[in-house]
């Protein structure tokens, strides 16, 4: 029989753990200062109470005074957690103790420990959080026996049906090894220069996901951003061709795309590669369907603009809900809270087709972290989700040799468009032309293209010109243009 799943209260978390944590077990949640525990803790709490369950914080550091303040200043409800202060007042400091014949932790340890057991027995919790654990450790004599305590400890609080997370001050000097041997699951909150993190690495009974996931403390409390893995994710589509809408450009890639492809439209700046990729949005729109693009450097408003002057009525699909236009603030967003609005925009908002403007841009944003993993697994998702793909390569240069990215992902792509800058008789034009396509044949020609207030032109196949891809082609023949 498969025991229900208990929410730890991160909804994130939960999908890293495949659902939720086992019940009537012990997890260890390691980290440093600042790293999240506590509030972590009160999540894990505060479903439990949400539920209807009676819910145990064991506070031996901050007072539940200071716990009680810090959760609502995150909008999570403590009125109805149960807390057992055993944290140092002010009262201690003031009386002198001596202690000429028993050690301190000896002396402190049976009233410590009998307070605890009379308020499981009276309580009878169903979920506790011990905060922090590792200050049993000086009310033990040596490493063995605090071992054997908090193994008993756990095991008491087990034996009376509670579900036990409890939080670890763990440093080199003192590390906290013999906790994550003792305990059913490990989850580590990771704080460094380049953000938080949530790593899972012991969870006895179940699988879970792998990896550093992205995880941020706000003021409503914790988020995690799973790590993105697309072979978990699948959905039954219609094989089907989306065409652009321009006749003769859909002659050039023999119908239009396949739904569930990815495409790479490559070119200079300014050649025309985002106003194509709208052009498929706009024929989407037309079938009712929902696109989004990922802007990493221009304006919302800017795009808006430019398109309705180019006869694609942007504004109206907006409104309509068939178009989203979202600008990614660069160096602000993980791959993985990335991943997150893309996942949302296509289960939750149904987009059909996601255009990603422009690769450079999404590299930034990795802050260092390397692009071609993440964006093999974001269009894998996409694939397998029957979302169609459209990926804005800038190039470099303008004219001279001929390169599709200089990124290496050109293998990602199923289709490769790309769009170039030609020198014809003293005149700087634009020429379109297909360079792969996986499902079906393709036209191997040239044709040039413009970008005119009627929206996109494209014209007959240039049989006339040749090394167009150098930038400089050459007329043949008489019927030079």
């Known amino acids: 029989m498969v025991k229900q799943r208990l929410s730890t209260g ?23 200062p600042g790293a999240g525990k506590t ?68 002396v402190e340890r049976e009233p410590t420990t009998k307070r605890i057991i009379e308020e499981v027995e009276t309580k009878k919790p169903s979920r506790v959080f011990l905060d922090a654990v590792t200050q049993f450790r000086y009310l033990s004599g040596d490493a063995f026996l605090f071992r054997k305590q908090v193994l008993s400890f756990i095991r008491f609080l087990l034996s009376q049906g509670a579900t036990v997370m409890f939080s670890s001050e763990g440093i080199n000097r003192i590390p906290d090894d013999d906790l994550q041997f003792i305990s059913d699951g490990v989850i580590h909150l990771n704080h460094s220069r380049l953000g938080r993190s949530v790593c899972v690495t012991k969870f006895r009974g179940s699988d879970f996901q792998h990896s550093f996931h992205s995880m941020q403390l706000t003021k ?8 993105l893995q697309p072979e978990i994710y699948k959905q039954e589509f219609v094989a089907q061709t ?23 439209i490559t070119g200079a700046t300014g050649v025309g590669k985002t106003t194509l990729g709208l052009q498929f949005m706009k024929e989407a ?62 289960e939750v908002k149904q987009a059909r087709i996601v255009m990603l403007d422009s690769i450079a841009g999404y590299r930034l944003s990795l802050q ?4 071609v993993t993440h964006l093999h697994a974001l269009c894998k ?24 990215t200089e990124l290496g992902i050109s293998y990602l792509a199923d289709n490769i468009v790309f769009l170039r800058y030609i020198e014809v008789q003293g005149q700087m034009r634009k020429a379109i032309g297909v360079l792969k396509k996986r499902l079906s044949d393709f036209e191997k020609t040239l044709r040039e293209i413009e970008i005119t207030r009627y929206g996109v032109k494209v014209g007959k196949p240039l049989h006339s010109l040749r090394r167009i891809l150098s930038g400089t082609p050459e007329w043949v023949g008489h019927d030079s243009q």
């Not at 200071?66 to 200043?73: C, E, L, M, P, T």
């Not at 409503?220 to 790590?227: C, K, N």
């Not at 002057?309 to 990614?328: D, Y």
């Open 39 to 106: 509030t972590l803790g009160l999540h894990f709490l505060s479903v439990g109470v949400t539920q209807g369950e009676s819910c145990l914080y064991i506070t031996l550091g901050e007072s539940a005074e200071q716990i009680r303040d810090n959760a609502k200043s995150l909008s999570i409800n403590a009125d109805f957690i149960d807390f057992l202060d055993l944290s140092p007042n002010t009262e201690f400091f003031a009386q002198v103790q001596t202690y000429d014949i028993f050690s301190p932790a000896e």
């Open 242 to 264: 989306i065409p652009s809408g321009v006749p003769e450009f859909d002659r050039m890639l023999h119908g239009g795309l396949e739904r569930g492809t990815v495409t790479l």
């Open 220 to 227: 409503t409390g914790m988020e995690v951003f799973p790590r």
């Open 10 to 32: 991160v909804s994130g978390l939960d999908e890293v753990l495949y659902g939720g944590l086992l019940p009537n077990r012990a997890y260890l949640i390691r980290g440093g």
């Open 285 to 346: 729109a037309q079938r009712g369907e929902r696109s989004v693009i990922y802007t990493f450097e221009e304006a919302e408003n800017t795009l808006l603009y430019r398109s309705e002057s180019i006869n694609i009525p942007a504004c109206a699909m907006k409104q309509k809900g068939t178009l989203s236009i979202v600008e990614v603030e660069l160096l602000q967003l993980t791959p993985d809270r990335f991943a997150h609005l893309v996942r949302h925009e296509v």
């Open 381 to 404: 998702y996409l694939q397998n989700m029957g979302v169609t793909v459209l990926l804005i390569n800038e190039t470099e240069h303008i004219t001279g040799e001929f390169r599709a």
């Open 368 to 371: 260092g972290e390397n692009l």
